[in-house]
């Protein structure tokens, strides 16, 4: 998975409980995105950032936040989590805009 | 909106014959696009790349063709084997503009019969 890591690989919690995903990369590339893959949508954006403390929205941001203090480190936290976010995220990484992104291996949530 | 889309979400093929995956893509200003692979529970993963600048990229056993006058790409696989089987997404990005961001569609299944 290109150096990617992601954690917890699975979760479980309750609705209104506040969730932190992690994502980590060994290949010190500069971007770095949080998706969502859901039936019936594919893959969506929900942020993404563009260097250390530079983020920014992507299509499906509402009751997302993210924090990027160092390189190799993007989270994604909810707040307080719904059951409509159940959904399996992904991380993804790439070293400049004109290449390639490579997948993190994912993170399976269930809110009850 | 700008979207990426797929003409068939599932295709189905016999071991050793080839493959082709379609894909509609709206945004003519989009130069940049990708295919990705992904096998059940994993995450996707990079196929084959091409740029506006080309109509047609070869990989091992894929090709691909981009035809920018009807907004048209698509994923060729060469003697399909069932190691192939997976869900197939195309993807695009204008270079250079939005971060990078893809936008990707909704996916192909493909399932090889041995």
């Known amino acids: 998975d290109a150096g990617i890591t992601q954690s917890p690989r699975h979760k479980v919690t309750e609705t209104g409980t506040p969730v932190t995903l992690r994502c980590h990369q060994t290949e010190n590339h500069r971007y770095m995105y949080w998706y969502r893959q859901d039936p019936g949508h594919g893959l969506r954006l929900i942020h993404y950032s563009y260097g250390v403390k530079d983020t920014d929205k992507g299509e499906v941001s509402d009751g997302y936040s993210v924090s990027r203090s160092k390189t190799e480190d993007f989270l994604l936290t909810l707040e307080s989590a719904t059951s409509s976010q159940t959904s399996v995220y992904f991380c993804?990484?790439?070293?400049?805009?004109?290449?390639?992104?490579?997948f993190g291996p994912g993170t399976r949530l269930t809110v009850l | 909106g700008e979207s990426v889309g797929l003409h068939l979400p599932t295709l189905s093929v016999q071991e050793g014959d080839n493959s082709i995956i379609n894909c509609a893509y709206s945004?003519?200003?989009?130069?940049?696009f990708i295919w990705y692979k992904q096998e059940s529970g994993k995450g996707p993963q990079f196929i084959i790349d091409?740029?506006?600048?080309?109509d047609k990229r070869q990989g091992q056993r894929v090709t691909v063709l981009l035809n920018k006058t009807v907004k048209h790409l698509s994923l060729q696989i060469a003697a399909t084997q069932p190691g192939d089987s997976a869900v197939y997404f195309c993807a695009e990005n204008m270079i250079y503009n939005q971060g990078g961001k893809l936008i990707f569609g909704q996916g192909t299944e493909l399932s090889v019969k041995p």
């Open positions: 993804a990484i790439r070293e400049d805009p004109n290449n390639e992104q490579f």
């Open positions: 945004n003519s200003a989009s130069d940049y």
């Open positions: 091409i740029r506006s600048n080309m």
